[in-house]
């Protein structure tokens, strides 16, 4: 029995992939709200959506109770949806939702299978790694691709990254084995504004997918938010002494040697 419960299959135009996971590859939230951002940009259909039985704990990841505005008492259940937003150059197919908690073969097989069928010939996963970066330069942004010269052509910092995966990394595994052309993005997020939303990483990561996909995104608003988020912590260094001779040293250092948990 298949998990994916398909609720249209539209004909897609030269469909794109861009998949993101909040979980243990999403610092400061910044994947997830890169794809978030995306689907606000333009109208978003649902396609489909896993069941959450096979792939999730419930003590870990629980549903949620919310109120309609009859006041009727729903459930939202965790799970990953597969959304399209039609935009003038191309189609473009959203994966996202929370990281499972098991059955990763049979949750990414099934995944894979279902890009597959809908026609996506390039994958883009986005992911976001805590770093030893400042918030005042340019969010760095790592990136590897199973396209020869992608990563020269585009300016990223070749990830060498060995060791413990995400969903993230097994995904890209998988499209790349079902000859789906994928590159996987990740930003570096300050480890001291790594426990809330940090909107340059968002803004960082959809700037690279614009360029390396040539989709016509409109990150005013995201931009607005980075910019004032920025102001934000300037503001609140300039009352801490010891914090702002901190960022003064990581801005001399530069980035880090850490690639992401890819």
Same mark, same amino acid.
């Given at each position: 029995?298949?998990?994916?419960?398909?609720?249209?299959? *539209?004909?897609?135009?030269? /469909?794109?992939?861009?998949?993101?996971?909040?979980?243990?590859?999403?610092?400061?939230?910044?994947? #997830?709200?890169?794809?978030?951002? +995306? %689907?606000?940009?333009? &109208?978003? =259909?649902?396609? $489909?959506?896993?069941?959450?039985?096979?792939?999730?704990?419930?003590?870990?990841?629980?549903?949620?109770? !919310?109120?309609?505005?009859?006041?009727?008492?729903?459930?939202?259940?965790?799970?990953?949806?597969?959304?399209?937003?039609?935009?003038?150059?191309?189609?473009?197919?959203?994966?996202? $939702? =929370? =990281? /499972?908690?098991?059955?990763?073969? +049979?949750?990414?097989?099934?995944? #894979? !299978?279902?890009?597959?069928?809908?026609?996506?010939?390039?994958?883009?996963? +986005?992911?976001?790694?805590? $770093?030893?970066?400042?918030?005042?330069? *340019?969010?760095?942004?790592?990136? !590897?691709?199973?396209?020869?010269?992608?990563?020269?052509?585009?300016?990223?910092?070749?990830?060498?990254?060995?060791?413990?995966?995400?969903?993230?990394?097994?995904?890209?595994?998988?499209?790349?084995?079902?000859?789906?052309?994928?590159?996987?993005?990740?930003?570096?997020? *300050?480890?001291? +504004?790594?426990?809330?939303?940090?909107? *340059?990483?968002? &803004?960082?990561?959809?700037?690279?997918?614009?360029?390396?996909?040539?989709?016509?995104?409109?990150?005013?608003?995201?931009?607005?938010?980075?910019?004032?988020?920025?102001?934000?912590?300037?503001?609140?260094?300039? &009352?801490?002494?010891? %914090?702002?001779?901190?960022?003064?040293?990581? &801005?001399?250092? $530069?980035?880090? !040697?850490?690639?992401?948990?890819?």
């Amino acid at each position: 029995m298949n998990s994916l419960e398909w609720i249209v299959r *539209p004909q897609l135009r030269d /469909p794109i992939a861009v998949l993101a996971f909040s979980g243990w590859g999403d610092a400061g939230d910044s994947s #997830s709200d890169a794809a978030r951002y +995306l %689907l606000k940009g333009a &109208e978003a =259909e649902t396609m $489909g959506r896993f069941d959450s039985d096979p792939f999730f704990d419930f003590q870990v990841n629980r549903p949620v109770v !919310s109120l309609d505005e009859d006041g009727v008492r729903q459930i939202t259940w965790p799970t990953t949806e597969l959304l399209v937003v039609k935009l003038p150059e191309r189609d473009v197919v959203v994966v996202m $939702g =929370e =990281e /499972p908690n098991y059955n990763w073969k +049979l949750f990414v097989g099934e995944l #894979s !299978s279902a890009l597959v069928e809908l026609g996506v010939k390039a994958a883009i996963t +986005l992911g976001a790694f805590v $770093g030893q970066v400042p918030h005042t330069l *340019p969010v760095p942004v790592v990136g !590897s691709s199973s396209s020869v010269g992608m990563i020269a052509n585009h300016g990223l910092l070749p990830s060498r990254y060995e060791g413990p995966t995400g969903i993230v990394g097994v995904i890209t595994q998988a499209l790349a084995n079902r000859q789906i052309e994928t590159t996987s993005l990740w930003a570096a997020v *300050p480890h001291y +504004l790594s426990n809330q939303t940090y909107p *340059p990483g968002a &803004e960082a990561l959809l700037r690279k997918l614009i360029e390396i996909t040539g989709l016509d995104v409109d990150l005013g608003v995201l931009a607005a938010r980075s910019a004032e988020f920025r102001q934000n912590i300037d503001a609140a260094l300039d &009352e801490s002494d010891e %914090l702002a001779d901190y960022v003064r040293q990581l &801005e001399a250092e $530069g980035l880090d !040697s850490e690639d992401p948990g890819e």
